[in-house]
């Protein structure tokens, strides 16, 4: 990844965190929560390699192609598990994306360390513009009064532990939302 020194190791730190806390949800008790929080977590360490800046760490170029397969097998895995729910298809995109940059990546090493597109590739033009509906709607899923609204309505007796909290969850899908929208611009 290109751009400001502060900027990339502001994503690196985010999507890193990012991942822990997607790691800390493997131990819920909610099943739901469980079963993606395996594959957002490899997102979001994923992401935060790929996002450490080049003047720092210039990659060999057989890692890009090592992230291409790991995250292409992710691709493959959210493509079967997609049957199943809509919210798969976004962990579909999600990995097909990161796989896609590693790909090129692969294809132009030196893109890493400087800007070297002349023009933004249709592909690469509609992640850019699904990921951007998908950072709108979810930050829009976060607005306080829902979250208020449905306390309320269970009077809850017992808050859920860190890893059952789906506001948290939604908040690191958006962060990593946000983090892919930063990364492919700078491709």
Known sequence: MHGPLSAAWLLVALCAATGAYCLLRLR?????????????????FGMALMAVPAAVLTPPAWTWLLYAAVFGAAALRAL??????????????????????????????EAHAHHGGAGTPA???????????????????????????????????????WGDRPELARACR???????LAMLLTM
Request: glycine share 12%; no cysteine.
């Open 174 to 180: 958006l962060s990593m939302g946000i983090g892919m």
């Open 80 to 109: 079967w598990a997609a049957r199943n729910g809509a919210h798969h298809l976004h962990h579909l995109v999600g990995t097909f994306a990161m796989a896609y940059m590693a790909v090129a990546m692969a294809a132009r090493p």
């Open 123 to 161: 592909l690469t033009g509609g992640l850019l513009v699904y990921f951007t509906v998908y950072v709108l709607w979810s930050g829009a899923r976060l607005v306080p009064a829902t979250a208020t609204a449905t306390a309320t309505a269970t009077g809850s007796a017992a808050a859920p532990g």
């Open 28 to 44: 819920s008790d909610v099943e739901e929560q469980r079963r993606t929080a395996g594959g957002e977590a490899l997102m979001g």
